[in-house]
Structures are given as C-alpha cells and as structure tokens.
C-alpha cells in the first residue's frame, strides 16, 4: 500500500485500472473467436478454437473468483465453463489440428472418454463442494481450494 501512495495512486485506481485489463482481455478473445467463427464456421478446428476463446475470455480471469466468493449460485456455471474451455475446447484443439478432423479415427472416441471424465470430475467437485459448504456452514469452506 505504501508504493502505491509513493506513486500517487489510490487503491480505487488499482482496482480501476484491473477491471479494465480484465474486460479488454474478455473483449479481444471474444472478438478473436468471432472473426475465426465467421471466418471457419464450416470446420471443426474453426468452431473448438472459438469456443475455447470465448470460455477462457469468460472464465479464466481473477474478477469471476470474485463473483464466486460474493455469490454461490454462479459456482455451478463458472466451472462447468472452465471445464468446457480449458478442459474440452483445448483438447479438441490439438486432436484436430491442422485440418479438422480425428486423425487417426479413434482420437474421436479418446476425445469422447476425455469429455466425459471432464464431465464426472466436474461433478464430483461440486458434490465434494456442497458437502463442504453444507458441513462447515460458512463461506468459503476452509477446505476448498479454488483451482477449478
């Protein structure tokens, strides 16, 4: 706190000026995955890439911990986006990489196993999740670790 006063700026300015990094961040991958949708909407490269643009513009900055910490509800949408895109959407990435398509074949099925454990472990979480919040009564549970 003290260098921050050292060079004139206040904490609300801090706060200011991470919002903004945060939200141009979010704009310019959604706009990055907008121009590659548009562009590669008929291939399945095109659309995964997109997709984990957009996820990870969405979920991946500190701003959504916050929105989490201040409103439990949202818990069950913010990992189930984290899972899609960091989880699904990068797989996908390099199973289809650089021409679209599962090659060999069964990187299809490998990639259909890989989603449903992604599924079953975001599940899991949240069960251990509720269980944490239902036994401790408080928020956050003490035991609960934010690396979704």
Same mark, same amino acid.
């Not at 899972?83 to 699904?88: D, F, R, T, V």
């Not at 996908?92 to 454990?117: S, V």
């Given at each position: ?15 200011? #000026? ?28 095109g659309i995964s ?45 390099? #199973? ?19 989603? *449903? ?17 239902? *036994? ?13």
């Amino acid at each position: 706190m003290p260098a921050l006063q050292q060079l004139g700026l206040s904490p609300d300015a801090i706060g200011v #000026y991470i919002l903004a990094f945060e939200v141009l961040f979010m704009l310019a991958s959604t706009a990055i995955a907008v121009v590659i949708f548009w562009r590669k909407s008929d291939d399945g490269l095109g659309i995964s890439i997109s997709l984990a643009l957009v996820m990870i513009g969405a979920t991946i900055l500190p701003s959504i911990n916050a929105l989490v910490t201040i409103q439990p509800a949202w818990h069950l949408l913010v990992v189930l986006l984290r899972a899609i895109g960091i989880g699904l959407a990068f797989v996908l990435f390099f #199973y289809l990489f650089p021409d679209g398509k599962f090659i060999p074949a069964w990187t299809g099925w490998l990639t259909l196993g890989w989603a *449903a454990f992604i599924l079953s472990t975001v599940l899991f979480r949240l069960s251990t999740f509720r269980l944490a919040l239902s *036994a401790s009564n408080r928020w956050p549970p003490s035991s609960w670790s934010w690396g979704c």
